[in-house]
């Protein structure tokens, strides 16, 4: 090991093990404050919050109208609860557990604000746990364990890909770059808050920690795969990316107003990075790393689409969307896609973990976020066109009766949408199957008539091979091995073919289909080696490999008979030409003997 590696290997432990405390007390502060802080101050008909400002003084944020009516009023800072006497460095933490442990049906609380100082006196809410949200509706409950789990296991799926990567690669710098992005971009600021409230660690800090895990993964991003910076685009990147990515981040702080032009400038050095990873994926041949840029590819698609769904999105606490507990799991779950398809992405990359799935995962990716695209564009077009033109005829019921047939107008065109949008992601991203499915069953339909079995059975083998990304094809009927390709895709995994021996009990072929007409009495058989990572089929190879099989069987055994019976005519025609032939020396003989005869005479 080279002395700087060992450093580096060092120092991602070390700032792992930070992490690591950071995420446990994230998940134990969080904890308290959406599971006890939170319902505590509920309760009395308001919401506290914890000041980013250098005071990091607690406030009213949120106040139901039964608090209000007792003249809370947001922005209100504490002075005493129940003659208790609030201390200017009590946090968030302090006041809830005040307000948690508060006896009887009433509370007695002071407060400060611009005015001055005001007593109030709170009645106690029951079923703390079901009372709505004051800013978005929900039930405590809800939104409480929803908010908790989308925080906590942002940061832990982070922290466990960059461990995996770290223990799976450890001589790999690669892994290790993208391992130490991965920890840097777990320091979102709601994960660590707790040490602003606690501690005084400023919030930009944690900005910066993002900012810098940003930079390191999208360096490491133009080097993928392999960390090669190879052209003066990647090399672009490599150089630019932090300073874009720090820049946005400064001007977000410091000022605010040339946003634009520092989004602008982040904005090419990212499409940069498009643009080396296409370049890169369209330069290498068929094989492990062209795979790996295709998972990399995705996750990274998947990131983006989120993230930009989420700009455009209204926000869940929206007056139309308040109280909607559906679109709040949704909004929480998009926001975690957000943050972990790119490193799931990238583990399957750097572990080599299931590439060969990669067409497959792709194609019904895409084809779902089509149908969604689709199904909404045509429910809100739908709805806003009989709202229109219905508003005459139903009133103020319109907009319910627009939206229940905009959802059976729904309903209906689902299946022959999902159809055709289906066909059309496995035609452009499963080009080899859909070629396979297609062009095989007319391939040996002609070779029939013209080819042996066992040059049908070379040729089907080798276009399977290539669609299926397999080691190994064999096409075998008896003992006879009528086609046997094997390939060496892997790196490492090469080891020599062997002799094919069919045992049922042998692991050499993932999958086995008898070919012919009759599968009792099978003409030959189609034997599917694993593939070179290990993954197994899916339904869409079973299902194209079991319709090429049967035109297969049928194709090689009408060649078997139309083999045999060539054969058979074959053998008969000699058998004619021999006795054509015998014949013919008889009559040959028998006019030698009468010539001789006649010139005797003569």
């Not at 397999?470 to 002799?499: C, H, K, Y």
């Amino acid at each position: 090991m080279q002395p700087d590696e060992g450093l580096l290997k060092a120092a991602f432990l070390v700032l792992m093990v930070l992490q690591l405390v950071i995420v446990a007390g994230s998940m134990a502060f969080n904890g308290l404050d959406l599971f006890r802080n939170l319902p505590a101050a509920r309760q009395w008909g308001f919401q506290t919050y914890t000041s980013t400002g250098a005071d990091r003084s607690v406030y009213v944020g949120e106040v139901a109208p039964i608090a209000a009516r007792a003249g809370i009023r947001a922005n209100d800072r504490f002075v005493a609860i129940n003659d208790h006497l609030i201390e200017p460095s009590a946090t968030e933490f302090d006041i809830g557990s005040l307000l948690d442990s508060a006896k009887g049906s009433d509370l007695r609380i002071v407060t400060r604000s611009d005015a001055g100082t005001a007593a109030h006196v709170l009645t106690r809410l029951p079923n703390r746990w079901t009372l709505d949200h004051i800013r978005n509706g929900m039930p405590l409950w809800l939104f409480a364990w929803a908010t908790y789990l989308n925080l906590q296991l942002i940061p832990l799926l982070l922290v466990a890909a960059a461990l995996l990567l770290f223990l799976r690669r450890p001589n790999d710098r690669e892994a290790l770059l993208f391992a130490t992005g991965f920890v840097l971009l777990a320091n979102e600021s709601n994960v660590d808050f707790w040490l602003l409230a606690l501690f005084g660690v400023p919030t930009a800090m944690f900005g910066a920690l993002v900012s810098l895990g940003q930079s390191i993964v999208v360096i490491a991003a133009a080097g993928f795969p392999g960390a090669k910076f190879d052209t003066r685009l990647s090399r672009f990147v490599a150089y630019a990316a932090a300073p874009a990515i720090f820049s946005l981040f400064l001007v977000k702080l410091l000022a605010p107003a040339a946003t634009s032009f520092a989004t602008t400038a982040l904005s090419v050095v990212m499409l940069s990075a498009v643009v080396v990873i296409v370049l890169r994926y369209r330069s290498l041949d068929s094989g492990a790393k062209r795979q790996q840029i295709k998972w990399f590819v995705l996750g990274f698609a998947i990131s983006a689409i989120a993230s930009l769904s989420l700009d455009l999105l209204p926000e869940y606490s929206e007056p139309g969307l308040r109280g909607n507990a559906g679109y709040y799991v949704f909004y929480q779950l998009l926001r975690m896609i957000q943050y972990v398809a790119l490193p799931f992405g990238l583990l399957i990359s750097l572990l080599r973990y299931r590439l060969y799935d990669a067409e497959r995962t792709i194609s019904r990716s895409a084809a779902y976020a089509g149908l969604s695209v689709v199904m909404l564009a045509v429910f809100a077009g739908t709805e806003r066109l009989i709202e229109v033109i219905g508003e005459e005829y139903f009133g103020g019921s319109g907009g319910a009766i627009a939206g229940a047939m905009s959802a059976a107008v729904v309903a209906v065109m689902i299946a022959p949408m999902h159809h055709r949008i289906d066909h059309w992601a496995k035609h452009y991203f499963q080009r080899s199957l859909v070629r396979l499915a297609e062009e095989l069953p007319r391939l040996v339909g002609d070779l029939r008539e013209i080819a042996s079995p066992r040059q049908i059975a070379t040729a089907a083998a080798s276009r399977i091979e290539d669609a299926l990304h397999t080691r190994r094809v064999a096409i075998v009927s008896g003992s006879e091995t009528l086609a046997d390709v094997v390939t060496n895709q892997w790196p490492g995994s090469g080891a020599a073919a062997r002799v094919l021996i069919v045992d049922p009990q042998d692991s050499e072929f993932a999958l086995r289909y008898p070919l012919g007409l009759q599968r009792d009495a099978p003409v030959a058989w189609l034997l599917i080696g694993p593939r070179p990572d290990g993954s197994s089929f899916g339904k869409d190879e079973r299902e194209v490999l079991e319709k090429v099989a049967d035109h297969l069987g049928r194709a090689m055994e009408i060649a078997d008979q139309r083999s045999a019976a060539q054969a058979s005519h074959a053998s008969a025609i000699e058998r004619l030409a021999r006795r054509v032939q015998k014949l013919e020396k008889r009559v040959a003989a028998t006019d030698r003997a009468e010539t001789a005869t006649a010139t005797s005479s003569a």
